[in-house]
Every structure is written in C-alpha cells, then in structure tokens.
C-alpha cells in the first residue's frame, strides 16, 4: 500500500489517564459496572462493537439513525458490512463519526461489491482505498493507520483493523483444493455473491488478494513497536471454529482463512471482534474471547426481538 495520510480525529479515551478501576459487577441493562478504589476517579468509557448495520435495508438505517453513546466518551468498533453503496457507507460511517469519540473501521465483502446501481462503479482495491480516503476525511481508522490505542475503560490495549478477505480454505468435507470446495458449493445450491459483485481487481483473484493481504498484515504487525494486548478486528472470523453452526456448511469456504488460526494467540489478543456470519454470539477459544456482533437483516433480527445495540468490548462484562 502506498503512503495515506491518518485519520483526522484521534480524540477520546486514546489520550486519556491510564486506568484506575478494578472490574466490578453487570447492571440491569447489561453493561458493565465498575467497582472504584476509594479516592480514585472511574476511567471514562466503553469500547463497543457492532457489524453488518447493511443501512442498505430501511429499518437497518433507521437502526443505525437512532444509534448514540451512553457515555461522550465511548469508542466504537465498525467490523464490516455498512452498505453496499459508497454513499451509504460515508453517510453511515460520518453519522456514527459525529457521536462516537472514536470510530474503527474494517471492511466487510459488502463494502467491496461494486452493484450495478451504485454511482459509484469503482471496483477491487481501487474501491476499497477510496473508502480509506473517505474515513480519513471523517476521522474514522482503517485497516491502513497506526493502530490507536484504547486507554479507557479496560485498556490499555492496541486496537487492530485487519482487512484479510478468505482463500476457500475452509473447504468443505471431501474438498482438497478451492476447484473442489466451490464444486461442492455449486452442487449444493450454494454461491456467495462475492462471486458476481466482489471484483478482485489488480489481482488475479480474491484469494491472490487475500495472500497479500495476510503479508502486509503480518508485516504491521511485526512492526507494531509495543507490549501492549490487543484486540483484533476483521470482518471474517479469524477461526474455522465459528463456522461450524453454519446452516449451510458449503458456506464457509468465503468466510476466512486457515493461515489466521494462530493469530489471537501470536498477537497477544485480549480480544477478537468480527461479524459476516449474523449469529450473534460470544464464544472462547484458548482462553480467548470472540465476539460475533452483527446486526444482520430484518428478517434475521426480528427472529431475535430486534436489532442488536453495540456490544461492549472493554471492559469485559463480568460473569
């Protein structure tokens, strides 16, 4: 990736004091509570997450219009799927900009698709670097700027955007090779829409993009210059685990990559934040906590009783 300038707006809890709260109880409402140590000021904040708002469907939109932080200083973590137009995801993305302290984030394959209706007929790494530019001009962070860190409530901890798209390499049983997993897929009903709209453009193909997005990744991430945990965010599950609830298994194969399995561990995750799969759910692997928080589609969340708010991140909710 070529030099971009970073985001415009570093404010918030990434400049605040270091914390001085021990964890305390869960209120009624389901956010955490914090116990203070007599003396001491709480640290301000929560670093919440949502994915997959798709402002492309009405009550989605009117969803995310009516979304607002409890707190002035409260962080929010974007993990992919606003909208399939460029102009929905600037007006989603600048909406939740103006009332978040902070905003991160990452792609989903739904920002790529280049949809025949949208204005704006971009295509592959030319569309998704032109939405960088469009979150740098809100203030927003990206996969492509230093990685903030968050010093509120249940930091400090480095934040991680991660852009890393998939390589069919949760292949589907009896698949050795993608030519395979996607016969079995076509054979079974079964074709992700990334196959029409999702153009890989300059490369070859979407999972030659992923191959370099993974050594560019790595390479940050080597370099990132702290001890610090993280929390580390991608819009595919960095994991096969969670796709096993997957009604349709074939499915999986557009959902991540094997060459990601180890990173919670190698990269000292507090957490892990994604969505793509809309089952919303915490789950733990190695001792580390995933969050599933998407929004998915009105006819998904109203199965659920409504769309689901921002879950919080940091600080952990107590069991």
């Not at 945990?229 to 595919?236: G, S």
């Not at 957490?271 to 998904?300: K, Q």
């Amino acid at each position: 990736m070529g030099p971009l300038s970073p985001p415009a707006r570093p404010t918030g809890p990434a400049s605040a004091a270091p914390p001085l709260a021990r964890p305390g109880g869960t209120a009624k409402d389901g956010r955490p509570t914090v116990r203070i140590r007599p003396g001491r000021r709480p640290v301000p904040g929560t670093l919440l997450a949502i994915s997959d708002l798709h402002v492309g469907h009405a009550a989605n939109r009117e969803h995310l219009a009516a979304l607002t932080p409890d707190d002035p200083d409260d962080w929010l973590i974007v993990a992919g799927d606003v909208g399939e137009r460029a102009a929905d995801v600037e007006w989603a993305l600048g909406t939740l900009a103006e009332r978040y302290a902070g905003v991160v984030w990452v792609p989903g394959n739904h920002e790529l698709w280049t949809p025949r209706n949208d204005p704006d007929q971009r295509r592959g790494e030319e569309r998704y670097l032109h939405l960088v530019e469009v979150c740098r001009r809100l203030g927003v962070h990206t996969p492509e700027d230093p990685y903030p860190v968050w010093r509120g409530a249940g930091g400090p901890v480095q934040l991680v955007p991660l852009f890393l798209l998939y390589d069919h390499s949760f292949r589907p049983d009896g698949a050795s090779t993608k030519e395979e997993a996607l016969e079995i897929a076509y054979n079974a009903g079964i074709i992700c829409t990334d196959e029409y709209l999702l153009h890989p453009d300059p490369y070859p193909t979407r999972d030659a993009w992923c191959r370099a997005r993974l050594a560019y990744s790595e390479d940050r991430l080597a370099a990132r210059g702290t001890d610090l945990p993280t929390v580390l965010v991608n819009h595919w599950p960095l994991v096969r685990e969670p796709t096993r609830v997957l009604r349709y298994p074939e499915f999986a194969q557009w959902c991540g990559t094997d060459r990601t399995a180890d990173w919670h561990l190698k990269y000292d995750a507090a957490a892990v934040v994604y969505g793509h799969l809309h089952i919303p759910r915490t789950t733990e692997y190695d001792g580390v906590r995933f969050e599933e928080v998407s929004v998915g589609y009105p006819r998904e969340w109203n199965r659920r009783g409504g769309p689901a708010r921002p879950r919080a991140i940091l600080p952990a909710a107590q069991g």
